[in-house]
Structure formats: C-alpha cells, structure tokens
C-alpha cells in the first residue's frame, strides 16, 4: 500500500505557521490555526486584495513584478503626479520623484531599473531612467506622444509603442537613445502591452477594439483578438503567456480579465474593482498586479493576481 512519505518523500511536518515554499503536494499541520494544509494549485485565475497605494490616482504607469513592484506618475482631475512608489509584496512605499510630473505615460522594467517615456501635460516625448533610488532626465523619444504603451526589461532595453493621436510607430531603448522601427499594422492609443524589446504584444485601443498584435523584434503580425475589446487596459507576462485586465469598452469600465496561450485569449476571473487607467505588471499571465486607476474615482486599491495552474495553500476539511 502507497504511503504518504512514499510518495512525496517527507513525512507530514507540524509547523507553527504555513512553510515559506512548500512543494506542490506537500500537506503539513498548521498548529497555530490547527488545520491540515495542502499545497495544491488553482484551477482556475483570481484576484485577491494587495495593499493600497499611499496615493489614489489614475493614468499611471509601472514596472516590476507582483511582488517587488513600481508605480509612477498618474492623475487626479487637474492635479499631476511626480509620486513614485514601491511595492514589497504587502505595501506600498514612498520614492525618489520623477523629475517631470504627468500621466499616461509609458513604462517598463523591475523595480530597481525602469524606464518612464511619454505621457502629457504636454504632450511630451521626455524619458527618465530609475536606477533603484532615482529617475534621471535621459533622451527623448523621437515622437511625443501620450496613452502609449511600453514593453521591456530593465532601464537599458526597451519597446515604446503606439500611442494617442492615433499613433502606429514602436520605438526601441539601448540605455541611450530610442530607434524608430517597424509600425503596429493598427495605430492606436491606450494599447495594453506586455513582453519585452524582442518578443511583445500589443493588444486593445481606443476607440474599444480587441486588435492583438506580436512583435518578433522586427515586425508585428496581427493574431486573435481579446474577446471584449477596450482601451486604457494593461497588461502583464511575454508575448506567449500574458494577461489583460481591466479597461474601458466604450460604455463601461471592466474589470475582465483575459489569459493569452501564444495563440488565443480565454477569460478568467474578473478584477474586484472594475477600473481603467489603471497600473500593472508581471512576469507571467500566472502572476501579476494591478494598483491604482479609476473606477470612478480615483482608487488607491491594489489587486494580485493568481492564475490557473499556480500554486496555492489549501485547508484540507478533516470533518
């Protein structure tokens, strides 16, 4: 007869709280809570609460990960930001301000090496770079514009692409100067993005429209459309595993989300507070997070997101 230690090659442990990184499979005793826990995985994609942004606001941009995380920029009716902060998986933190306040700005990279590029009042063209404590003025892109949307790595590489107006044109970041190259076949303002300088997608607009588009660091190519088109979205993850949340349609703001597999978009469980101009960020269409935008009003709320096939503690019922 199969054994539990057979199987998973450790006996169930008694732990005063739940074990930092726990395999899949493993079950442990919580004796604090007095519960049976398991370590098992979604079935499918939710949204549960983060802490909240110091400051409310909306249109603003961000780089990172769900749990090292950047928020910059962004808007309250007439009011401009320069606020920049930091996320540690639980709270938010008060940085280093931009040098030029605005919102609608592009953004990409970690929390410690990040590009900020665009946005308005004016409409402007002004990059700054953050190397983990401040933004530095560096050049500007070569086409001002705002409601763009950015895709990258770090401080040193990156993809500005589309635009208000509308605006088709993508430009790439080698930590020094931007370079004009291959158009979106669909210009568009307030695209959601994801990816990085030679892998990224592009998808949803304004006026509402699904349109996705890849990028192989050459050229963009049309593929499936999101299910519920929409602008002023973001988006988190690589141009085969990424995640679109939030937006408006036209009539409403959504709080819908939907998974990209590298070919098609299925929608999974919908944000808690439906918003637009919202930030975000990720690494994966399996972990992400969402701050800030307007609901309205302007919310400060924070959402992280854990998708299909991530982990997750469960208590096992003993009843």
Same mark, same amino acid.
């Given at each position: 007869m199969s054994e539990y230690k057979g199987i998973v090659g450790q006996k169930v442990v008694s732990y005063t709280t739940d074990p930092d990184n726990p395999i899949?499979?493993?079950?442990? /005793?919580?004796?604090?809570?007095?519960?049976?826990? &398991? +370590?098992?995985?979604?079935t499918s994609g939710s949204w549960s609460s983060g802490g909240n942004l110091n400051q409310a606001r909306t249109n603003l941009s961000g780089a990172g990960i769900q749990t090292a995380a950047l928020g910059f920029g962004?808007?309250?009716?007439?009011?401009? /930001? $320069? &606020?920049? +902060?930091? /996320?540690?998986?639980?709270?938010?933190? +008060?940085?280093?301000?931009l040098n030029t306040g605005r919102y609608a700005l592009g953004g990409n990279g970690t929390y410690t090496s990040a590009l900020a590029y665009g946005g308005t009042p004016p409409t402007?063209?002004?990059?700054?770079?953050?190397?983990?404590?401040?933004?530095?003025?560096?050049?500007?892109?070569?086409?001002? %514009?705002?409601? &763009?949307? *950015?895709?990258?790595?770090?401080?040193t590489s990156a993809l500005a692409i589309g635009g208000g107006g509308p605006n088709a044109q993508a430009e790439t970041w080698n930590g020094s100067s931007w370079t004009e190259v291959g158009d979106l076949n669909t210009a568009r303002g307030e695209v959601g993005t994801a990816g990085i300088i030679t892998a990224a997608l592009a998808f949803g607009s304004y006026p509402a429209a699904g349109t996705t588009e890849t990028w192989n660091g050459t050229s963009w190519t049309e593929v499936a459309d999101l299910n519920t088109g929409r602008g002023n979205l973001k988006g988190a993850g $690589?141009?085969?595993?990424? &995640?679109?949340f939030g937006g408006y349609d036209g009539s409403s %703001?959504? *709080?819908?989300? +939907?998974?990209?597999?590298? $070919?098609?978009?299925?929608?999974?469980?919908?944000?808690? $507070?439906? %918003?637009?101009g919202l930030g975000g960020d990720g690494a994966t269409n399996t972990t992400a997070l969402a701050?800030? *935008?307007?609901?309205?009003?302007q919310t400060n709320s924070t959402e992280e997101w854990t998708g299909a096939g991530s982990p997750l503690t469960q208590t096992i019922d003993t009843d």
């Open positions: 899949q499979g493993q079950v442990w /005793y919580n004796a604090t809570a007095n519960t049976l826990k &398991l +370590e098992g995985q979604t962004g808007q309250v009716s007439s009011t401009i /930001y $320069t &606020l920049t +902060e930091q /996320y540690n998986g639980s709270s938010w933190t +008060e940085v280093s301000d402007t063209g002004k990059t700054e770079s953050w190397g983990g404590s401040s933004w530095t003025e560096v050049a500007d892109l070569n086409t001002s %514009r705002s409601y &763009l949307g *950015g895709a990258g790595a770090s401080n $690589t141009n085969t595993a990424a &995640l679109a %703001r959504v *709080g819908k989300t +939907e998974v990209w597999n590298g $070919t098609s978009w299925s929608e999974d469980g919908d944000l808690s $507070t439906a %918003r637009n701050f800030g *935008g307007e609901g309205p009003p």
